[in-house]
């Protein structure tokens, strides 16, 4: 029914409900609705709003041989009710106000038209909303909801992305005290963490500039780049350790750490990311996401195991290097 | 052995014949004659009638919208035209509503619809008979008579419904477009002529919607289904109707069914 009025489109609705069956007859509900609609319909992101507001205008609009003067809400309760009278006694369907009023006329709803699906421009409405409820109380005894498929998915990725950041942090402390563990040395714990940190640091970094929003496609990615890039970094530093161990110094380790086990995660990293770049070209902006980002992953945490790891080894080998300094 | 002769063969034939025609001939009634007589005794019982009815539209959830109107009915032509007077009590905020149609077979009605709270008369389009009336599951139809003529009719069994005798009967619209229906089956009362159960059929041979007359009481001598049930079983939606203060031959006369009193309607039959 809905989707063939607003063909489909992205959708969010207001209720209000009221105490007493009836309660949405009258008028200071009504022209209460007709303001939000009005000041809603000034946003950029709302396409069109609709309600039982614009039934009931309609209707006094034709039975006065279709004057404008006419295209107002009427004034009394009963005018009002007559009119919805009028409307389904000639309507072909019982149920042609179901979508704007329940049986009881104790509730009914605000249709918003969204351009886009976006949570940021459902969250900027919900705002704006609230803004003018503050300005403008509810008539006595309504209350006011958001509903709809638009406005649940903001819900949705509030709690989400709330449980995301608190399970990546989770995991960040986990794997940092599993490394510390496996090296035996917090220090090297540390050290083994750069790479995620900086690979998953640069990319919400980049998301931030780029106007993206953090939601489930990349809240994914998080959690992958943190196991993928954690798989370098042990790679890297567990035949490291092995050289030291041998008696290598730092300089003859790294020359035979750059020389195979080094190529090895790099090929890996391009390998995998090249994998991922066909996903650039599905039709779907989450499949885009993934692709572009995963194949940004391999590649930025493959070079921070190679350059910046060392590299912080180096500075800090003095401390780094005591155990195997015999 | 017999010799089967040519004047015994035409007789075992024509007995062949006789066993084998429709059940109609041998009720001695056609199908047509019977959906007759029903519409008559059902859409026009006496010259004119009053009643109050009480009407219950609930929706699949239980909830419950009432209407509450007095309704005049004055028949024009018996079997043909017919005018309605329809003025409404409840729900509180559209008493003094009227609605009003005159009844023509064979083309559109005319509707009023009397709207007090500015004191106009609005004619609504009558051009689909079909539609529901006043959100309810009954059509325009159902309320006022579908015309005979308008389908094709066969008796399907003579049988016995909740201990009376009826005839069934299949009725095929003769022009399918402008119905909902597919067919429908009615259950008429062998002695009574109302309808004790109707079943409404969709193009894919489902059942949607289901009439059933839940009470039947004799009123000054006429037979009268006084309870009435319309359910549409896709929707979950039915339409629960009762009668009172009935009263037939109540000596209503055609200028009440006019505008003039659809401000002051005629306290005579209508108690505001």
Known sequence: MLNEHFGGTYMAYLVLTGEENDAVKDPAVLSYMEKIQQRLELMEVVGKTSSLVDVVKRVNYVVHGEDGAYNVLPSSKEETAQYLFLFLASADDPDELDNYVDYDYASANIWLQMKKGNNRDMQGVEAVVREFVDENPLPPGIEMNWAGLTYLNVIWQKKMVGGMIRALMGGFVVVLILMSILFRSFRWGLVSMLPLSFTIVLIYGVIGLAGKEYDMPVAILSALSLGLSIDFAIHFIQRLRGRLSAGDGLETAFENIFAEPARAIFRNAIVIAIGFTPLLFAPLTPYQTVGGFLASIMMLSAVATLLLMPGIIKTFSKSMLRRFAQ | ?272
Do not use: C
Not at chain 2, 36 to 43: D, E
Not at chain 2, 100 to 108: A, C, E, L, R, S
Not at chain 2, 154 to 175: C, F, H, M, R, T
């Open chain 2, 1 to 272: 052995m017999r010799r089967i002769t040519p004047r015994l063969l035409v007789f075992s034939v024509v007995l062949a014949a006789l066993a084998l025609t429709p059940l109609s001939r041998a009720a001695g009634q056609s199908a047509e004659e019977i959906m007759k007589k029903y519409h008559l005794i059902y859409y026009y019982a006496a010259e004119d009638g009053r009643a109050v009815v009480q009407m219950k539209l609930i929706n699949k959830q239980g909830k419950t919208r009432e209407r509450y109107f007095t309704m005049l009915r004055r028949d024009v032509e018996e079997g043909g035209r017919q005018k309605y007077f329809i003025y409404f009590h409840r729900p509180g905020d559209v008493r003094g509503t009227v609605f009003m149609v005159h009844k023509h077979p064979g083309k559109d009605d005319d509707r009023w619809l009397y709207i007090p709270a500015i004191n106009l008369t609005k004619r609504i389009a009558a051009n689909d008979k079909r539609t529901s009336f006043m959100g309810s599951d009954y059509t325009y139809e159902d309320v006022s008579g579908r015309n005979p003529a308008d389908d094709d009719h066969e008796l399907i069994k003579e049988e016995a419904l909740d201990g009376k005798q009826v005839y069934l009967i299949k009725s095929v619209p003769k022009n399918k477009g402008s119905v909902d229906f597919a067919y429908r089956l009615i259950w008429i009362d062998k002695e009574s002529y109302l309808p004790l159960k109707e079943e409404y059929y969709n193009s894919r041979q489902e059942l949607y919607k289901v009439f059933t007359a839940d009470k039947i009481e004799e009123i000054e001598g006429i037979l009268t289904i006084t309870a009435r049930t319309m359910k549409n079983l896709e929707t979950g939606h039915r339409t629960e109707v009762s009668f009172e203060s009935i009263d037939y031959n109540a000596g209503l006369t055609d200028e009440v069914f006019s505008k003039r009193y659809f401000k002051n309607p005629p306290r005579k039959w209508i108690k505001k």
